[in-house]
């Protein structure tokens, strides 16, 4: 793209309601200039899912584009009808931690079986950061929360991991501290078919950094930058060594049939033997 990138080629002219200094500024722009330089001069060839968290804000109405504002964990199966009536549209999911591996998980492993053809993005400010800050399926081991003040005592979920071993053609995982493989990444699941899922480990000063001990956010990127490891690192760490590492980079990247092509191949068939 020759033309210069600005965000507010996709976006109305509305004010985001998030905390100052929010990581999902990063996840957006990131997002915003994967389109951009994918050659996609508006949303017209897209459509947005969102459920109900931070994360859910950033299409829903702030993108000027066709979106569907669902129940808390309800985003996925309005993004996969939508998928299978417009198969030409990018359907894409956002979602926070909560949202998309809390009380929507069985939609995410369903969808990731199928390979439904959508895209899922996932900020994972690794808490509930919209109703208080309580303990949620992503705070690491020992993080002090609203909820859990001692520190939580449950072992966080690794939800690339997960869509992976569910059967997604794609998986990745960055931190708003790698925003140009973020970038790189967005434009690969774009282009792709099957169920794609973007994992983002997102700075949230307000409801996570302040409770977990950090004083800013200049120390939370520091910390994202410095505790990163990639899966091919993370394979020859011990589980105690990896408590404290976030693993990223690109988990999974495969073709197989897409829940789309299956259906649609299904009915062609139908018809044919009524024919």
Not at 67 to 95: E, Q, W, Y
Not at 199 to 218: L, M, Q
């Amino acid at each position: 793209m020759t033309e210069a990138f600005s965000p507010r080629k996709y976006m109305r002219d509305l004010r985001y309601p998030f905390c100052a200094g929010c990581g999902l500024f990063s996840l957006n722009d990131a997002f915003l200039k994967a389109v951009h330089e994918l050659g996609h001069e508006n949303f017209s060839k897209f459509c947005f899912t969102s459920g109900i968290g931070c994360s859910s804000w950033i299409p829903s109405p702030y993108y000027m584009a066709d979106s569907v504002h669902t129940l808390h964990g309800r985003s996925i199966p309005p993004a996969t009808s939508i998928k299978l009536v417009r198969p030409d549209l990018n359907v894409v999911v956002f979602g926070g931690d909560g949202d998309i591996v809390g009380i929507g998980l069985s939609h995410f492993i369903h969808a990731a079986r199928r390979n439904t053809d959508i895209l899922v993005v996932m900020g994972n400010n690794m808490v509930y950061g919209m109703t208080g800050g309580q303990v949620a399926p992503t705070t690491p081991f020992n993080t002090r929360t609203t909820t859990s003040p001692y520190g939580s005592f449950e072992h966080p979920i690794d939800a690339a991991k997960l869509a992976m071993a569910a059967g997604a053609a794609y998986s990745a995982r960055w931190t708003t501290a790698h925003l140009v493989e973020l970038k790189e990444s967005f434009k690969k699941a774009l282009q792709m078919q099957g169920f794609r899922f973007v994992e983002v480990v997102t700075h949230c000063p307000t409801a996570y950094g302040r409770r977990a001990g950090f004083k800013d956010i200049a120390q939370m990127l520091k910390h994202f930058k410095e505790n990163a490891v990639t899966f091919d690192q993370a394979e020859k760490m011990t589980p105690e060594e990896l408590e404290t590492k976030i693993v990223i980079g690109e988990l999974v990247a495969k073709k197989r049939t897409t829940l789309v092509e299956a259906v649609y191949a299904m009915m062609k068939g139908a018809k044919e033997n009524v024919e």
